[in-house]
């Protein structure tokens, strides 16, 4: 039950992207950032973790994770810190992800050809 789970939640999420994309002017940066949002909105109100646990990787896969993990950590570090743990918790808990995308990004600049 919880593949169907996943699929349903993470294929609404991208139906979602889909029909704002095809029905207004927003562009991938403007959905992909509202997304970032939505994602972080649910986290201050306890509800992407309800999702998580419903979903599984259904809700960790799309972009919304990662307001959630943003604000999630954000929010902890500020428990342990103060409002000095906002950045640090941010950043800490994101880290590995960004790192992650820039260095693919660069071993895949060096290894494929643009078309133009």
Do not use: R
């Not at 419903?54 to 809700?59: E, H, K, P, R, V």
């Not at 992800?97 to 260095?103: K, Q």
């Amino acid at each position: 039950m919880i593949y169907i789970n996943a699929f349903v939640v993470c294929g609404s999420i991208c139906l979602l992207g889909q029909i704002i994309y095809d029905n207004t002017n927003m562009t991938p940066g403007h959905i992909t950032s509202m997304f970032v949002v939505i994602g972080c909105l649910l986290d201050v109100f306890q509800l992407y973790d309800v999702l998580l646990n419903f979903a599984g990787m259904g809700a960790s896969i799309p972009i919304t994770s990662f307001g959630h993990s943003l604000m999630h950590a954000a929010m902890e570090a500020t428990t342990q810190s103060g409002i000095l743990g906002l950045a640090i918790g941010m950043f800490d808990m994101v880290a590995p992800g960004i790192t992650a995308g820039i260095f693919f990004a660069f071993i895949t600049a060096i290894f494929c050809k643009s078309k133009s």
